[in-house]
């Protein structure tokens, strides 16, 4: 079957623009995360949905930054009047319940001028 | 603060060869440590995951151990290949409620013919 997807793979804006990443997860998976991976860090832990339940967004870095799960299935990422230091490789994972192995998908990498 | 480090940073060797890569946690509390391999460009893809009353587990040519006393871990690649050239990534899992995973920076390994 088909693994996560994200789109779009690439994305260049300018400073103060607003930009919307979208991740596909595998079908049936209940959790859904998305991470940050900036160049020369490890991944960042942004937000989490599980299921129904309330999302945990204890990692997202500011208020400029906001995430919906819709359905149970498709998840977008927002991010609000970039900044330069949010240029980085967005990273959507989904896993069948939490603790089970995660599957990730190919990545977003955001390019702000 | 929950940390995972990773040694060396960058390893160099010859296709055929064996390499061993090093990963020190200070993660609580424990729940469960995976290596990912991620191929440049795309995202992580899960190796292993251990919990911690298993100190090894095999993935064909890759073995990864646990020592949860010591809080460390090692992936051992056996015979290696020209496309095991990847960065490889220690993570470490913590229950809190939602599982969090801690994230270290990986080593990139590149394997030479």
């Known amino acids: 079957g088909a693994g996560v997807s994200q789109s779009p793979s690439n994305k260049v804006t300018e400073k103060g623009k607003d930009v919307e990443l979208r991740c596909d997860p595998i079908?049936?998976?209940?959790?859904l995360y998305w991470y940050r991976q900036s160049l020369g860090q490890g991944l960042e832990f942004l937000i989490y949905f599980q299921g129904n339940s309330a999302p945990d967004k204890s990692g997202l870095p500011s208020d400029r930054f906001s995430a919906e799960r819709t359905g149970g299935s498709v998840s977008t990422l927002t991010i609000q009047r970039t900044q330069q230091e949010d240029s980085a490789v967005y990273l959507c994972?989904?896993?069948?319940?939490?603790?089970?192995?995660?599957?990730f998908g190919p990545g977003t990498r955001l390019t702000v001028l | 603060k929950n940390q995972v480090e990773q040694s060396p940073q960058s390893l160099i060797i010859l296709e055929g060869k064996n390499c061993t890569l090093q990963?020190?946690?200070?993660?609580?509390?424990?729940?469960?440590l995976r290596w990912y391999k991620q191929d440049t460009g795309r995202g992580p893809v899960s190796l292993t995951i251990m919990t911690f009353s298993e100190n090894t587990k095999s993935n064909g040519r890759y073995t990864a151990t646990l020592d949860a006393d010591t809080k460390q871990s090692s992936l051992h690649i056996t015979a290696s290949q020209l496309s095991d050239s990847a960065s490889y990534i220690c993570v470490v899992g913590s229950n809190f409620g939602n599982e969090k995973l801690t994230f270290g920076t990986g080593t990139r390994l590149t394997i030479i013919p």
């Open positions: 994972a989904s896993t069948v319940i939490t603790g089970r192995e995660q599957f």
């Open positions: 990963c020190n946690y200070t993660v609580s509390p424990f729940s469960n």
């Open positions: 079908s049936g998976h209940t959790a």
